[in-house]
């Protein structure tokens, strides 16, 4: 049936943006919030623009010297 193939892409779609880009990510310090979410509250609380400049990434279990 269309509509399960539909969700099925449409789920692989959702699970990329959340591996590749860094607004849709889980925040380190709460899970169940994406790093938009946070930047969204901090926003509100301060009431002012904030932009991301620059981040450095961390993968679980990745040694940090290469």
């Not at 699970?15 to 925040?27: A, G, I, R, T």
């Amino acid at each position: 049936p269309d509509h399960v193939v539909e969700k099925i892409v449409q789920g692989k779609v959702e699970k990329f943006y959340q591996d590749v880009c860094l607004l849709e990510q889980s925040y380190i310090r709460d899970p169940e919030k994406t790093v938009q979410d946070v930047l969204t509250e901090i926003t509100a609380k301060l009431g002012e623009n904030i932009q991301i400049k620059r981040f450095v990434r961390f993968h679980l279990g990745e040694d940090q010297q290469k």
